[in-house]
């Protein structure tokens, strides 16, 4: 591997290539911007003069979906909350990184974004960040959280004569295949047939 000293740069080209990072940092986070401007959209519902809800606005007049846009308008809110609170100052840099935030609740976020930095690899000029260890941080602790809600309603129904054993274990089963698969990089439409299959069992049991 050659060395790095062999490509000395001059300083035009150093300056150069803080412009360029500075273009590419500022587009990365454009989805902020978008995002906010979408939200007050939503709230003020600004669309009305044109369109019956906002969802038929954004669809026809830039071709998003409805779930993308509220993509966007859910990070944005999470990009404020972790620039507000967290003891950090290192932020999310592209949506990629603050998507796998938005399933936590806002408490959650702030702790799962300053573990993702405690514990990102280190490089040349500080952690390293990738939304890929975002991403893990955050199944880990919603894996946490999904074993300690299991085993509280465990306890509450295994006293309950009325539950069939069966049951039980068919729903502690459940929960662990869903720890477990939650951590995997899953394709986010077999991560959206899971979730839809859940509340799927939710309406069910709210019968």
Not at 174 to 190: D, G
């Amino acid at each position: 591997m050659e060395d790095r000293d062999d490509f000395e740069m001059t300083t035009v080209e150093t300056d150069r290539l803080a412009e360029l990072e500075k273009v590419i940092v500022e587009n990365f986070q454009g989805f902020y911007v978008v995002g906010c401007a979408l939200a007050e959209i939503s709230a003020n519902k600004l669309y009305r003069l044109t369109h019956d809800t906002f969802e038929d606005y954004c669809r026809e007049r830039f071709e998003v979906a409805r779930r993308t846009a509220y993509q966007y308008i859910e990070a944005s809110s999470v990009m404020d909350n972790v620039r507000n609170c967290a003891q950090t100052k290192i932020l999310p840099m592209n949506e990629a990184q603050v998507r796998p935030l938005t399933k936590l609740s806002p408490e959650d976020q702030i702790q799962a974004w300053e573990k993702a930095v405690s514990t990102a690899p280190q490089g040349e000029s500080g952690a390293i960040v990738t939304a890929k260890h975002v991403s893990h941080v955050v199944s880990e602790m919603l894996g946490e959280m999904l074993t300690k809600r299991a085993e509280a309603v465990r306890k509450t129904v295994g006293d309950n004569p009325a539950v069939a054993q069966e049951f039980i274990d068919a729903l502690w089963a459940l929960i662990e295949v869903v720890r477990v698969e939650a951590a995997k990089p899953l394709p986010a439409k077999i991560r959206e047939n899971m979730i839809d299959s859940i509340y799927r069992v939710q309406q069910l049991l709210e019968k």
